[in-house]
Every structure is written in C-alpha cells, then in structure tokens.
C-alpha cells in the first residue's frame, strides 16, 4: 500500500462542510486548559454535532481531564515514523479508538497560545505539603508567636521600667490632696467660663519655710499667677504684689500674703480667686531656697548686676543690700561648709556692674533684693526674669541635669497638680512659649491704711483692675467683672479713699522672654 493510502486528497471538497468538528473536538485537538473547557456551559452542544455514541467511550460530560493526563490510544510522542505523511497534508477524517482524528496536527506545529498553556501546567503549584522549616511551616508559626511574645515582654519591662523611675523621682514631691473644684469662686456668667477653659490657670508660691520647716504655711514671698494658652502653649505671668491690699478672708482685709501665712494654701487659693475673679486650676509651692539647687542644677544664670544694686546699702544694717541677702542665703543653706559662716566675700560684693554668671544662692539673694530695685515692684519684675531664664535653660536640659532637678527640688514642692498633669505638662515643656509677663495691680499707690495692716499697695481701683487682668491673662475684652468684685473694690476704695485717678504707679508689661 502506498504511503499516501491513509490520506483524503480530495481537495474540492471545503474543509470545514465536512469535518463537521465541535467545540469538544478542538478541545481535544489542541489540549486547551480547564479553563477554556469552562467556558462553555455544561451540557451545552452547539447544532450539528456528532452523537454522544461517536465519542470516546469515557464520557467528558462535566469531567475535567488531569494536568498532563491523555486517554489510552491517544497519540504518543514521537509515534509516528519518519516520513509518514507529507507535510501539509490534510487528515481524512478517520479517527482513532478514542474518537480523536488521527493525524490532524503535524508535529512541531503547536501554537504559541497551546505551549504557553502546557508552560502554565509544568508550573502549577504541587498539592503536596510545604518544606518543612518553611514560611506556613508549624515550626516557623511557633517561631514567630515566641518573637511577638519576648518583644511585649520587653514593652511591658519597659513601661515598668520608666513608670517605677516616675515615681521614684515624682514620688518625693509633696502631694496636696486638695479638691480644687471645691475651692471657692465667684459666680462667673457662661462666658467667662468658656474663656477660662481654654487655658491652664496656675498660682505659683515661693515660700520662706525657715521657721516651720514645711510647705503648709509661711511667708509667701512671690505669689505669681501663670495661665497657659491650651492652644498656642503660650506663658504669662502676672505677679501679685505679696503687699496687695484685698479681702484675705470674709469682712477682713489685709496684705494679700497674710492669706498663706495665716489660713493655708486654700486660702490663699479663694484670696485669689474671690479677689480677681479667676478660677484657679491647681497651685505649686516652692521653697523659695529650693531655687538656688535648681539654678546650680542647670549650670547658673547670667544676670545684668547694675550700678545701683552694688552702691545701695540696706537701711537697716548699713551694709550694701545685694551682699546681705547673697550672705544670708549662702548661711541658710551652708553653702560653703568650709566657711566660718558658710559664705563668701567674693560671691557677695561685685567690683563693677556689668553680666555676671551668678550661682544659685547668688541668684536668689537677686530675687529677694528689694533695696536695690522699684521696691517690690522692681523685686517682682527680677524674679519673673528669673523664672523665664529657668525654664529656657531646662528646654535645653539633658537627662541628667534633669534628674539631678528631680532629686533636690521634687522633695521642696507642694502641688495639687496629680503625677499624670506633672507628667504632661513636663513632655509639653519644649512648646511652651515664654510671653509677657507684668505685676498686680497694674495702677496703684502705697499708704498706710492703719497700724495693723501698715504700709499696703492700693489697687485704683480693684474692679479697673480686675478687668485689665482679664484682657493680659486670658485676652478677654470688655471684661465685666461680678458683684463680688465690685463690691471688695467700693470697700477699699470707701477705706482708702483711693480712686481710679489716684494711681502713682502703672506698672508696665515686661515683654517676651524670648
């Protein structure tokens, strides 16, 4: 039989009138993926399509054949002999046991689509298990939940760490357990109220705590009102003159200091309040000789030593006022134990006026020296300077001069400020923003009101005041102040006969201390 015996050469006839091919026999033919199969809706016969008897007898009716796999009697590679069949012929339309014509595709003449298909095949995932020690492994899941388990461990350590460090530290302070919100108040309309609440509003008290050896009582020497923008962390201060004439309790009226020094810190704190129409948030007080340890802590301060304060002697001793208080603070604290009298000539007098890098009993005889200054006006003015100095160089402050802070001065507080507030405030210190600073009253004039009250300063008047304050502290404008205000203000005025065109004395804003 001739080689070409197998073969149609019947060239008239069209090719695709009587192949009469299906969907399912091109499926067959080029091997295509599962995924074309599905394409076609099962059961699904396009008209014209040969009888299911024609078809291989392993039914493909919803059957998806495995990757790779080829019903027996298929065509092997490589079957067909050398030289079977002449290229580019054309199948008779015979077909194999399997109903799959033989001979339809030449070999080599696969296309690109049907070998990329078999690529997709060769590189299908295996469905046997994961290398062990692998990334889904058992072991590697074990491995990863220890790693999370020893990293909180470390967290949790740490917070420890620091909160134990806190309280160390925060724990030498003396906690007031005073309920501010009891403390008392006027009665301030919605306005107010709302103003106030978008600042912190602090009464800070340096106290001379010599004789008594606490902070419940003493001589408040400073008594400064701080308020802090919520906002913009702007600072200012206003410092109350401790010779303020106001109602220290009801019906009496004295120096604003006889308040502390007679009835405590929460009656100093309604002093305030009742007086000036505020509504105090929590108060610090410092013993006033702690400020040389925090001065010495953070390296000293550089402070202008004028012409007057090395030429004024002090009425009483004779002596230049600024050397006596320089001594007298290096004696109390035993500055210098060496010293016969635990103080230094060459700390106390200075030879010319000029800057000088003074050192924490140095500073706080600058900040006690009235003598040598405007009275308590100039005094007050000197230690807001102070204080604004102190907080730009604890900005600046490393951990250990910090913590040497913590150590010295923490144990020479009262506050009733809770650790959380400290805490907060002390992580905001890098925001806060030294602004102006200026003293109270702002119009005034001294006078003697009797033998027991002394020499005062005079509010002209009290309410004119009150309504300044409000303006400098929280920007408050047309403050009107309430009846409790006005009617300590008509007392004092009926009293001293001071009115609002008697002041001598306006004292002006200090500026920013940046």
């Given amino acids: 039989m001739s080689n070409f015996d197998d073969y149609d050469f019947d060239f008239d006839r069209q090719y695709d009138s009587q192949r009469n091919y299906n969907l399912d026999d091109e499926l067959d033919m080029y091997d295509y993926e599962p995924e074309v199969r599905r394409r076609r809706p099962e059961g699904a016969r396009p008209a014209g399509s040969r009888p299911a008897a024609s078809r291989s007898s392993q039914s493909r009716q919803g059957t998806r054949r495995p990757a790779g796999s080829r019903p027996a009697g298929s065509r092997p590679s490589g079957s067909r002999s050398a030289g079977s069949r002449p290229a580019g012929s054309r199948p008779s339309g015979s077909r194999s046991a399997s109903g799959r014509p033989t001979g339809t595709r030449p070999q080599g003449s696969r296309s690109a689509s049907s070998r990329a298909a078999a690529d997709r095949r060769s590189s299908r995932p295996s469905n046997s298990r994961p290398v062990r020690g692998g990334k889904g492994s058992k072991a ?30 925060f724990g030498k302070v003396n906690w007031d357990n005073i309920q501010m919100d009891e403390v008392k108040t006027n009665n301030l309309d919605a306005a107010t109220e709302e103003v106030l609440s978008n600042y912190k509003t602090f009464a800070l008290f340096g106290v001379d705590n010599r004789s008594n050896g606490n902070l419940d009582t003493g001589n408040s020497d400073a008594i400064i009102i701080v308020s802090i923008n919520n906002d913009t962390k702007d600072v200012k201060m206003l ?171 923490f144990p020479k507080i009262s506050t009733s400020l809770s650790l959380a507030q400290c805490v907060g405030m002390a992580a905001d210190v890098s925001k806060y923003n030294m602004a102006e600073s200026s003293g109270f009253p702002f119009a005034l004039k001294t006078k003697t009101v009797s033998s027991k009250t002394g020499s005062v300063v005079v509010p002209c008047t009290l309410t004119s005041n009150v309504v300044q304050l409000h303006k400098f502290l929280f920007d408050q404008d047309d403050y009107d102040p309430t009846e409790d205000v006005d009617a300590i203000s008509d007392h004092i005025q009926s009293e001293t006969g001071l009115t609002e065109s008697s002041a001598e004395i306006n004292q002006a804003v200090d500026g920013s201390g940046n």
């Fill in 140 to 169: 590697a899941q074990k491995k990863k939940k220890r790693t999370t388990i020893i990293v909180v461990e470390i967290v949790i350590l740490l917070i420890l760490a620091l909160v134990f460090f806190l309280w160390s530290k």
């Fill in 239 to 409: 410092s109350v003159q401790r010779d303020t004439y106001f109602q220290v309790e009801k019906d009496l009226y004295r120096k604003c200091n006889y308040a502390y020094n007679h009835g405590g810190v929460e009656s100093a704190l309604e002093m305030l309040n009742t007086n000036l129409d505020i509504k105090i948030d929590g108060y610090v007080s410092v013993d006033f000789y702690a400020l040389a340890k925090i001065v010495d802590d953070l390296g000293g301060l550089d402070l202008e030593i004028t012409n007057k304060m090395i030429t004024t002697d002090n009425p009483e001793t004779h002596q230049n006022a600024l050397a006596g208080y320089i001594a007298e603070v290096e004696n109390v604290l035993k500055y210098y134990p060496d010293e016969k009298e635990y103080w230094k000539y060459s700390d106390c007098y200075f030879d010319k006026p000029g800057t000088y890098h003074l050192n924490g009993a140095q500073v706080v005889g600058y900040c006690r020296n009235r003598y040598a200054v405007n009275n308590d006006y100039g005094r007050a003015e000197n230690q807001r300077k102070v204080i604004k100095l102190i907080v730009e160089k604890a900005k600046k402050a490393n951990v250990s001069q910090l913590n040497k802070i913590a150590d010295d001065v």
